[in-house]
Structures are given as C-alpha cells and as structure tokens.
C-alpha cells in the first residue's frame, strides 16, 4: 500500500473530491482524504441515461485497494449499488452503515447482483451489447459477499472510521435506516445530509436537526420544486375510481423501499373509510414486500403503530413467486397492480407493462421522482411508446401522477430544516440534483444565509 507521500497529499490537509451526484440525482460517491487515508462517503450506482450507466464502467480514478473505509447514508441503489463493484476490484475496507440501511442492503444489492446478470444475459441473447460476451457489472455472489464488509452503527453513537476521522450518524427520515453523516477531521467538521426526507411524513420519522458543522454536501432533488398540497390519499382515491369506473386496471411502479410502503399505507386508509372497491391490489415485488417487513421491525424509524403496520401489510396480496406473477397478467381488471421498479428501469412490472399499457381503459400512475433517460420519465414526457424487452410497446393506457407521495424533502422543507438546524457553515456543496434544482436551490440557499455555496463538477477537488 503507497504511504501519503506517494499518494501525493501533504499530511493534515483534507481534501473532498466529487465521484458522482453532480449534475445528476445519480452515482453518489464523494472521496473524503486526509493524510493518506481515503474515505468513501456513499458508494452509488449512476443510473437513468446510457451515457450515465456507462460511467459505472468507467475507472474511479483510484484503484479501489486504496480507499480504507465507506460510509453509506442510505440503502437505495443509487447510494450503495456500486459496492460489489468496488468489492470485485479489491476493496476490504469496512462498510459503515446505520443497522436499518445494514437490513435493506441484504436484500437490494444481491437483487442489484442479479438483475446486472439478467441484463447481461438479454444482451447476449438479443446480440444488444458491443461487447462479446456482455458481462454483469457485478454478480449476484459477488453482491452477497460485499455484504460481509457491513458495519452497523446505532444514530448517534460517535465511531473511529480511519485514524484521524470520527464520524456519526443522525436520522435523515428519508427512508428506513437512512442517515446524515457528521465526519470530523484535521480539526474540522464535515456533515453530508443524505437524502433527507418530508417534516411531516405519516409514515416516517422527520429528519433530526444538524448540529453545526465547517462544511456542508446537501442534497438538491426537488431543489426547484414544492410538493402539492392535495391529500395524496385523495388523489390516489380519484385516479382509482376513475379507472375501476372502466373496467380497467391501475399499474403503479414504486420503488420497493419506501414508496411500496406509502403506497399501502394509503391503500389501508381506504380501505378503512370504505373508499376502495372491493378489488384485488397486488404487491407483486419480492423485494418490497421483503422491505416491507424490515419497515415493520424498525419501528424506530417511523410513525406507524404496531396495529397500523399489520393493517398496512394486509393491504395487499402478495405476489412472491414468478408463477404469481404471472397470474396476474392473466387476468383482468378491475385491479390495482403495486410492482418494482420505481422508474420501470427494470423488474416485474415491465411485464404487466407489456401486458396492460396499451389498453385505454387502464392506468400507469407514476409515484416518484422519474429520472431523464428512464421509461418513467418517458411516460411523463408523453411518450407514445415504450422499448420493452426489445419490443416496442404502444402507450394507450393514460399516464397519472401523485408527487405527494415523494420521500424527498422538496426545496421549502429542506429549507426549514437547515433553518432549524441553525447551522453556520464557511462554505456549502450542493450536490444529487439535477441541473437547474441544484442551482436554484443554490441561489435559495445564497440569498437566504449568505452561505458561500459550490455546485461540484464531476472528479472535481477541494481542499477543506
């Protein structure tokens, strides 16, 4: 292993480099360095366009052998995707996580290992890939054994991540087990706000205050935008009654942690006022309803009492194996169907996709933040057809949308939050936003504190 000087940074002087979210809501990994040692804050997949995907191929700059340790603020892929990658190319550093995000992570990333195989065997077979054989990013054994690199920390407890760097963990509210990072280091203190969540979500607990810090990375996703003020139960209540109301069927793509939740949360409380007609509603997704359970046992992280949560898992059917699945298609409206992924980037509700989208009477209802370049963002944009499975698929169904359900603080609420926090930092990184959120909060941020505020580029450096 090179020692500092050869790495070719003077001793106590730390720098920050920008790996990934910059320009984009995607690949977050940000290099924190200091005396030669190198710390990785977030180790996320870039997903969305081909020219995105492409950089998860692309060398990080350093050879992975060389980073010491990571930590992670949250389990989603975009945070943690690329770690059996970085697992693969050598990494045996130690993975620093909160217990809930250690939980999500067994289930996501052997998923992630074999959803990188699937695509890699469609390539081969289709003959879609330049490359001869397509290979996976990372295997599904590959995935699973990353695991063993997992180091949960308890929300507030204060640990050594290398010598010369402590760090600790406070609960972002964004999803279960999802952290902000507090690093203090060469005499300074660096806190990363993860993905933060809503003030007042009903499912989760709200995000605690930052204690004040040096520097500070925030997130900028709905940096431009405020969530409506409509009862997403409402609206979820009008776009089901209006497609029942024709015989037809409502597909949701959710993503499995988090928005499956919500999404029957809501199914519940209508069920409960007598709102919802007597139709089937599916979980057709392994993974959300395996996160389903881990929402229920950390019952820590969110709002919902023991009764609610069992009125909550028994909101739907679930779906657990292929063959369920396919049942499914083989029926009929009315019914709403509740199936991963979140942008219908991939999984089983591509297939009721195939089946349902071109009938008229049927409903896609979009639930979250659509990425450019995914088929969600395709079907906001208006997009008459869809590539699935290499087929062209006709968009008749209509294409509704509920940005209540978001678990992304909006720029208002990040607001208050930092507000709350009463923080004083000498300078600012706004980061995992895309272009024109991130500068706008930017400029909320300027003229609201007076902070000197930074949009990152990509591979860009800065000495703390």
């Given at each position: 292993m090179p020692d500092r000087q050869q790495r070719g940074y003077p001793p106590s002087v730390a720098h920050l480099v920008f790996l990934g979210a910059t320009d984009t809501v995607t690949g977050s990994k940000t290099l924190v360095e200091l005396e030669g040692k190198r710390v990785l804050v977030d180790c996320g997949l870039f997903q969305g366009v081909k020219e995105l995907r492409l950089r998860n191929w692309e060398s990080l700059g350093l050879p992975a052998t060389s980073i010491d340790a990571v930590v992670?603020?949250?389990?989603?892929?975009?945070?943690?995707?690329?770690?059996?990658?970085?697992?693969?190319?050598?990494?045996?550093?130690?993975?620093?996580?909160?217990?809930?995000?250690?939980?999500?992570?067994?289930?996501?990333?052997?998923?992630?290992?074999?959803?990188?195989?699937?695509?890699?065997?469609?390539?081969?077979?289709?003959?879609?890939?330049?490359?001869?054989?397509?290979?996976?990013?990372y295997s599904q054994r590959e995935a699973e054994e990353s695991l063993g690199q997992l180091r949960p920390v308890p929300f507030g407890t204060d640990f050594a991540v290398v010598p010369g760097v402590q760090a600790r963990l406070s609960r972002a509210g964004h999803i279960i087990g999802a952290s902000s990072v507090r690093l203090e280091l060469a005499g300074r203190s660096l806190t990363f706000s993860g993905d933060v969540g809503r003030l007042h979500d009903p499912l989760m607990q709200p995000p605690e205050p930052l204690a004040d810090t040096d520097v500070l990375v925030v997130e900028s996703t709905y940096g431009d935008r405020r969530h409506p003020q409509a009862d997403p139960v409402d609206e979820l209540a009008k776009v089901l009654d209006e497609t029942f109301a024709r015989g037809g069927v409502v597909i949701v793509p959710a993503f499995a942690v988090g928005r499956a939740q919500h999404l029957l949360y809501c199914v519940a409380q209508l069920r409960r006022s007598g709102r919802l007609r007597d139709v089937p509603v599916y979980l057709d997704s392994p993974m959300a309803i395996e996160a389903t359970r881990i929402f229920v046992d950390n019952a820590d992280d969110h709002r919902l009492s023991a009764a609610q949560s069992e009125e909550?898992?028994?909101?739907?059917?679930?779906?657990?194996?292929?063959?369920?699945?396919?049942?499914?298609?083989?029926?009929?409206?009315?019914?709403?169907?509740?199936?991963?992924?979140?942008?219908?980037?991939?999984?089983?509700?591509?297939?009721?996709?195939?089946?349902?989208?071109?009938?008229?009477?049927?409903?896609?209802?979009?639930v979250g933040f659509q990425s450019a370049g995914t088929r969600g963002r395709a079907l906001l944009d208006g997009a008459e057809e869809l590539k699935i499975h290499g087929?062209?698929?006709?968009?008749?169904?209509?294409?509704?949308?509920?940005?209540?359900?978001?678990?992304?603080?909006?720029?208002?609420?990040?607001?208050?939050?930092?507000?709350?926090?009463?923080?004083?930092?000498?300078?600012?990184?706004?980061?995992?936003?895309?272009?024109a959120a991130a500068d706008a909060f930017r400029r909320r941020l300027s003229d609201r504190f007076g902070w000197s505020v930074t949009l990152p580029h990509l591979g860009e450096r800065f000495e703390l």
């Open positions: 992670l603020t949250h389990a989603h892929i975009d945070h943690s995707g690329y770690l059996p990658r970085l697992y693969r190319d050598g990494f045996r550093g130690p993975v620093f996580c909160s217990p809930g995000t250690r939980d999500l992570l067994q289930v996501l990333l052997p998923d992630s290992g074999h959803l990188q195989e699937e695509q890699a065997r469609f390539a081969n077979k289709r003959g879609a890939s330049r490359h001869r054989p397509a290979l996976p990013l909550m898992c028994r909101a739907a059917r679930y779906a657990h194996t292929p063959e369920e699945s396919k049942a499914i298609d083989a029926s009929s409206g009315p019914m709403l169907i509740i199936s991963a992924s979140g942008m219908a980037t991939g999984g089983r509700v591509l297939h009721h996709l195939r089946r349902f989208m071109p009938d008229p009477r049927n409903t896609v209802l979009l087929d062209y698929i006709q968009v008749g169904a209509r294409i509704a949308t509920i940005s209540g359900l978001s678990a992304h603080a909006d720029w208002a609420e990040l607001v208050e939050w930092l507000a709350t926090s009463g923080l004083r930092p000498e300078r600012v990184f706004v980061n995992h936003g895309e272009p």
